[in-house]
């Protein structure tokens, strides 16, 4: 599969020799807890890469010279992405004279969120950069802000329903979609290589966690693509909690369980890459004939589109950072306080196969326009 799917991978593998780069961010405790540097790189990589877009925007006026203070608050930072998007703007916040942010995060508890806005409210924050999966269990404590005239912009769902200043999202269940029906072609294409008349194949999905809105977002979208084809079948979904070591475990109970398959869709890079990594080291025979494809699409040193390029992954899900869109809006504000965004922001994502990230590699990624 491997080899049919993605021909051309060995002939770049062989000029594509990455130097690896770690930048180590300090003082951020909440980095311990994750257990993996993977996303203290790609955090401070992404806000290195973006470092030119804030700083060309960083002249907005600071209020009399007053320090204007930001909050951002996350729900919990295991998703890799949302770890990497928090620590990026927590970075761009640096780039500018003036600014005082402050990081929550609430362990994945909705009532600790809570609190801690709350918390943060005597303060008088200017904005809040809002990442939560349980957007009804804050509508209280949202509307206490917008009415105290603190800019609220949620981040990762669409919250227009709470009546937030603007929600800046991609769909998840797209996510899920694109995976599958990339799939599915890459099924086809077997098939027709081999003159079978339809396309089959055996998928083992590694999730997020076993319970969040993201894992069953996407895992929805991919079951939704196969079931137009018959033949292809999900035969094992198991959790990889965003992290190397359970993935690793998880791949090598399907490895033992299901004996041959064909695909192996992570929900995120770094799962994707430890899914590569653990069957590469117990059968690499097996590794050549699957295709294994993650989420996230980051165009970094450490990120996903140079996983693809490395053939680490034969293909990802580009999941837009939304924080460099976020970023021109909190500045926009700040210098034109008439400013009113939009009421969301929905940034597309889409399939990043060899020649996709080959291009992205010279390239980069243009950046968002409000």
């Known amino acids: 599969m491997r080899n049919q799917t993605c021909p051309v991978i060995t002939k770049f593998f062989l000029h594509w020799i990455m130097v690896l780069v770690i930048c180590v961010l300090t003082g951020c405790e909440e980095n311990k807890r994750l257990g993996s540097h993977d996303p203290e790189v790609l955090a401070s990589e992404a806000a290195d890469d973006a470092t030119k877009t804030a700083s060309a925007l960083n002249d907005a006026g600071n209020e009399n010279g007053k320090t204007i203070k930001i909050i951002v608050s996350a729900q919990s930072t295991l998703e890799p992405m949302t770890y990497t998007r928090a620590l990026t703007l927590q970075k761009f916040a640096r780039q500018r004279a003036g600014l005082s ?52 912009i949620a981040l990762g769902h669409d919250m227009t329903d709470l009546q937030v200043t603007t929600s800046i999202f991609t769909d998840e269940h797209k ?14 294409k077997k098939a027709q290589d081999e003159g079978k008349l339809e396309a089959v194949g055996r998928i083992v999905e590694i999730t997020g ?39 690793q475990a998880r791949m090598t109970e399907a490895l033992r369980l299901q004996k041959p398959f064909d695909i192996v869709f992570a929900h995120s890079d770094f799962m994707a890459k430890a899914a590569h990594e653990t069957l590469k080291a117990l059968s690499m025979e097996q590794r050549e004939q699957m295709l294994v494809m993650g989420v996230d699409g980051f165009v970094g040193r450490s990120g996903g589109v140079q996983m693809v390029v490395r053939s680490e992954l034969d293909a990802t899900v580009f999941n837009p950072p939304l924080v460099d869109l976020a970023w021109k809006v909190v500045l926009k504000i700040l210098e034109n306080p008439s400013f009113v965004p939009a009421k969301h922001y929905e940034l597309e994502p889409f399939i990043v196969n060899l020649e996709k990230a080959m291009d992205l590699s010279a390239k980069g990624m243009p950046p968002p326009s409000l």
Request: aromatic share 4%; no cysteine.
């Open 101 to 152: 942010i402050t990081f929550l995060d609430a362990l994945g508890e909705s009532y600790q969120q809570i609190a801690q806005i709350k918390a943060s409210l005597a303060d008088h924050p200017k904005v809040i950069l809002l990442f939560t999966e349980d957007a009804p269990a804050l509508h209280e404590v949202i509307q206490q802000a917008l009415k105290q005239g603190v800019k609220v």
């Open 175 to 188: 996510i899920g979609t694109l995976a599958g029906q990339f799939i599915v072609e890459a099924l086809k």
């Open 209 to 247: 966690d076993a319970s969040g809105g993201v894992s069953k977002a996407r895992s929805e979208g991919v079951a939704q693509a196969i079931a137009l084809a018959p033949g292809i079948h999900l035969v094992h979904q198991a959790p990889g909690n965003w992290n190397a070591k359970d993935t």
